[in-house]
C-alpha cells in the first residue's frame, strides 16, 4: 500500500490531506474493523473537532454539526478499535474536553459545565463543549434511563440547559449554550436488553445514527516491523495538522445554488430513483421502529452537508458535499434495519415481525414478484432453531400473514398489504 497517499498540500491553503476522512479511512486500512464504523469514526472525529463553530441556517434556527453515533456489531467486529482512533484524535485537541468513559447524569452535567469554550464572531461567545467516546455503550447507560436520555436529547439540539439540584448548597449555573458529540459502541445484544420497545419512540433513539455491520473480518497478524501500515507517521502528522485546521474554522457555512437544488431535491424523494449523476436515492426508512428517526432525518442530512463541507476544506457546502452526505445517509440507512434483524432474542414472535418485514421489503425491490419461498426458509434458519421454522412459516400461512404463490418453476412468497401498518 503506498503510504499517504492521500496528502496534497496544493489542494487547499494551510491542509495537507485531500480529504480528511479519506485520510482516517486510509489511516485505519489496517486495523479488524468494517468499513462503515471506520468511516462513522471519521465522522465522528470531525464533527468533535467543529463543536458549535460552525453553523447553518434552517427554518429560522442554526444546526450545528455535533453528532450522536452507536457503532453495532456483533463482539468481534472490531468496533471499539474504530473508537479508540476517533478517540486519540480527539485527544490531539489543545483545549478541547473529552469525557471519561463512564458517566452518570449528575456527572455528565458536572462534566459539561466544567468544559467551558470560547469563539470569537465579531465578540467573544462562550459555549460549553463535551466529547464522548464511549468503548461500551453499558458503561455510559448500564440501563435504560429514561431521565439520562431526555438529558442528552435535549443537549444534542445546543439549547439553554438549566436544572435544580435538591442537595445542591449553590444553584447550578445554566448552561448557556452546551454542545455535545457522542460515539458508542454496542452490540444488539445490549440494545435488546437495554432498550424497551418505548425507548424507539422517545427523542434520544431518533438523534442517533446507527452504524451497523455483521461483518466479522479477520485481519493478518501484520507482525512485521517493516509493513508500511505500521505507524504510517506521515499521515498520521497530517491528520493531526488538519484535524487542527478544522477545530479553527468559525462561523456560518453558506450555500451554493446548485447545492441547495440537489439538498431540496433529495430531501423531497419517497421514491427508488437513480440521477443524473447515477446516485441512487433510497426511500425513508421503512421500519417500525426507525419512523421517529424519519422526523429527524433532515437534520442528520444537514449536518452531513456541513461535515462533508468542512472535511474538504471549502468555503460553502456545494454540490460535492451534498452528493457526499447523500452516499452517506444511503449507507447507514441501509444497514440499519439489520439492527433489529440482530436484535431478535430468538422468540418466535419478534422472528415472526422480522420476517415478514424482510418478506415485504425483499418483495418491493423484486418489484412485487414475491420472494422465493426457499429464501424465506433459509432467512428463517439463521435465526430460529432448525426444529420452528416449518411451524413459524405454517403458522404466518396460516394467520394470513403471508401468501404463497405457485409461479413456473417453484413457489414464492408476499405478505398481506395490512401485514405491517
Excluded at 484535524?243 to 456560518?252: A, D, H, P, T
Excluded at 440507512?333 to 439489520?338: F, I, L, S, Y
Aim: net charge neutral; charged share 20%.
Amino acid at each position: 500500500m503506498a503510504a499517504a497517499t492521500n496528502i496534497a498540500p496544493f489542494l487547499m491553503p494551510d491542509r495537507q490531506l485531500a480529504s480528511w476522512m479519506a485520510g482516517f479511512l486510509e489511516y485505519t486500512e489496517g486495523i479488524q474493523s468494517p468499513l462503515i464504523h471506520r468511516r462513522w469514526s471519521a465522522i465522528a472525529t470531525v464533527a468533535g473537532a467543529m463543536e458549535r463553530k460552525v453553523w447553518l441556517r434552517s427554518q429560522g434556527e442554526n444546526i450545528y454539526p455535533n453528532v450522536y453515533v452507536f457503532l453495532v456489531g456483533p463482539p468481534g467486529t472490531g468496533k471499539t478499535r474504530a473508537l479508540m482512533a476517533c478517540w486519540r484524535l480527539w485527544n490531539t485537541l489543545e483545549g478541547y474536553h473529552v469525557a471519561e468513559i463512564s458517566l452518570t447524569k449528575a456527572a455528565l452535567i458536572d462534566r459539561l459545565a466544567e468544559a467551558k469554550r470560547q469563539i470569537y464572531t465579531g465578540g467573544i461567545e462562550d459555549y460549553n463543549s463535551l466529547l464522548i467516546a464511549a468503548p461500551e455503550l453499558g458503561a455510559l447507560l448500564p440501563s435504560y434511563d429514561s431521565d439520562f436520555m431526555n438529558t442528552l436529547t435535549h443537549l444534542y439540539d445546543g439549547h439553554l440547559y438549566t436544572e435544580r439540584r435538591r442537595s445542591s448548597r449553590q444553584d447550578f449555573q445554566p448552561i448557556l449554550n452546551p454542545n455535545v458529540n457522542l460515539v458508542a459502541c454496542t452490540t444488539p445484544g445490549f440494545l435488546t436488553s437495554a432498550m424497551p420497545a418505548s425507548a424507539w419512540n422517545e427523542g434520544f433513539l431518533s438523534r442517533v445514527c446507527i452504524a451497523y455491520s455483521g461483518e466479522v473480518e479477520i485481519k493478518e497478524f501484520d507482525l512485521a516491523e517493516s509493513n508500511p501500515r505500521h505507524g504510517n507517521a506521515r499521515l498520521r502528522d497530517a491528520l493531526i495538522h488538519d484535524l487542527r485546521k478544522i477545530s479553527e474554522r468559525s462561523g456560518k457555512i453558506g450555500w451554493t445554488e446548485r447545492a441547495i437544488a440537489t439538498a431540496e431535491d433529495y430531501n423531497r424523494r419517497e421514491f427508488d430513483i437513480v440521477t443524473d449523476q447515477g446516485i441512487a436515492l433510497l426511500p425513508k426508512p421503512t421500519h417500525p421502529r426507525l419512523m421517529h428517526y424519519n422526523t429527524r432525518r433532515p437534520v442528520h442530512f444537514l449536518k452531513l452537508c456541513m461535515i462533508c463541507a468542512i472535511d474538504r476544506g471549502t468555503e460553502h457546502i456545494d454540490l460535492p458535499d451534498v452528493l457526499s452526505a447523500i452516499d452517506l445517509m444511503i449507507e447507514v440507512e441501509k444497514a440499519m434495519p439489520d439492527v433489529f434483524t440482530a436484535m431478535s432474542s430468538g422468540g418466535d414472535a419478534q422472528v415472526i415481525t422480522d420476517c415478514i418485514y424482510w418478506v415485504m421489503t425483499e418483495n418491493i425491490r423484486a418489484k412485487d414478484e414475491g420472494v422465493p419461498m426457499h429464501l424465506v426458509h433459509e432467512w428463517l434458519s439463521s435465526r430460529a432453531p432448525a426444529t420452528h421454522v416449518q411451524r413459524i412459516f405454517e403458522l404466518m400461512v396460516k394467520a394470513k400473514m403471508i401468501r404463497v404463490l405457485e409461479i413456473p418453476g417453484g413457489y414464492v412468497v408476499k405478505t398481506k398489504p395490512q401485514a405491517i401498518a
